[in-house]
């Protein structure tokens, strides 16, 4: 009888066993599903980790810098594209309306924001992300002279942490060493056809390093002259070149703007491609938008102009015009990790406070 009742209470115990390993599964599935999803609502509509893949933003931004982006600062946009998260996978040819969710803060001049390459073909947030300084806002002018930025007629101040080409022209005939050059973060580019001047790429921290060397004349910016090319620019038919450029009015929603055959070269991206409608340049000068003859028209969205902090290495809006508000994704706000954490220091991406830059209306 004992041996009977020992041998139930082992198949008991068994079959109480064999009934919870399912529920276990179903555990399990459960908080992964949790997991992923709230995995999934963080990176849409909170924080979402980026990292820098080109050195366009040296030295604010190492390659290889891992960052959060924030889309609370100026709130999340809903999906427009239906796809499988963390792939580029999604149904081709199905948009839907894309709205923006309300952000505890504008946009600022002189933030470091990601956002989707305007002229690249395709749905907004499936098109390529982009990491560069806002450095006009909706109503700005701006203007680079010698490569001095201005917005609105006023200095647009390099930053420490940013890079541009500088000649080096030294007090006599006299080697620059390159270990010194890499002692200041100074990366030496070549020399100036026919002279013994040298150009080096760094930070203005670097060029004033040099400049106290006593063998060593002048430090200045190497500008490319007013007029010459360095290859296209925006807006199509302009005599712009990246250290010579504009000046340029970044469009504003609500603004009227005329349409001629000089604004037009500006024009014709936000009309058609970011704002969709269908446009018609005519023999007499006018135009007909979307089946109507007109000379102006009403902007229906905010833009910027942004560029990258490492002044000659960056593809940014000097070359292909302006962001639109729906393409912004959001802004950096702190770095996180780094490949090269020796030089780098985590934390923080500051904006720099551009106090007296108002819009000229």
């Known amino acids: 009888m004992a041996r009977t009742r020992?041998?139930?209470?082992?198949?008991a115990a068994r079959n109480g066993q064999a009934g919870k390993k399912p529920e276990?599964?179903?555990?399990?599935?459960?908080f992964w599903a949790w997991a992923i999803l709230i995995v999934l609502v963080v990176r849409a509509f909170l924080f979402e980790p980026f990292r820098i893949p080109?050195?366009?933003m040296e030295r604010t931004l190492l390659v290889g810098d891992f960052l959060f982006v924030s889309k609370l600062h100026y709130g999340a946009r809903t999906p427009n594209t239906i796809g499988i998260p963390f792939t580029g996978l999604y149904l081709e040819g199905l948009e839907l309306p894309q709205t923006r969710l309300p952000g505890f803060s504008g946009v600022e001049r002189g933030d470091v924001a990601v956002f989707n390459y305007p002229p690249e073909a395709g749905p907004i947030e499936r098109k390529t992300p982009y990491i560069k300084r806002l450095v006009g806002i909706p109503g700005d002018t701006v203007l680079l002279l010698d490569k001095v930025l201005y917005v609105n007629g006023k200095r647009f101040p390099l930053a420490p942490t940013q890079e541009q080409n500088w000649v080096v022209t030294p007090d006599g005939n006299v080697g620059i060493p390159r270990a010194q050059l890499d002692e200041v973060h100074a990366e030496l580019l070549g020399t100036?056809?026919?002279?013994?001047?040298i150009v080096v790429n760094g930070p203005p921290t670097a060029a004033e390093a040099i400049r106290s060397w006593?063998?060593?004349?002048?430090v200045e910016?190497?500008?490319i002259p007013e007029g010459r090319s360095n290859g296209p620019m925006f807006p199509a038919g302009s005599d712009f070149n990246r250290d010579n450029y504009g000046p340029l009015a970044v469009p504003q929603a609500g603004q009227r703007v005329a349409l001629t055959a000089a604004t037009w070269p500006a024009l014709k991206d936000i009309v058609t491609r970011y704002e969709g409608h269908r446009a018609e340049v005519l023999p007499d000068g006018?135009?007909?938008i979307d089946g109507e003859i007109t000379d102006t028209y009403t902007v229906e969205q905010d833009y910027y102009f942004a560029m990258g902090d490492n002044r000659d290495n960056s593809q940014d809006g000097r070359f292909w015009g302006f962001v639109p508000q729906d393409h912004l994704v959001g802004k950096a706000v702190l770095i996180f990790f780094s490949l090269d954490m020796e030089n780098r220091i985590l934390g923080l991406i500051p904006t720099p406070r551009l106090r007296g830059l108002k819009p000229i209306r």
């Not at 020992?6 to 198949?11: D, H, M, P, Y």
């Not at 276990?24 to 459960?30: A, N």
């Not at 006593?214 to 002048?218: D, F, I, L, T």
């Open 24 to 30: 276990g599964w179903k555990e399990t599935l459960r």
């Open 54 to 56: 080109t050195p366009s």
């Open 214 to 218: 006593p063998y060593v004349a002048s």
């Open 192 to 197: 100036v056809p026919g002279t013994n001047h």
């Open 6 to 11: 020992r041998k139930a209470e082992r198949e």
């Open 221 to 223: 910016g190497f500008a």
């Open 286 to 288: 006018l135009f007909r």
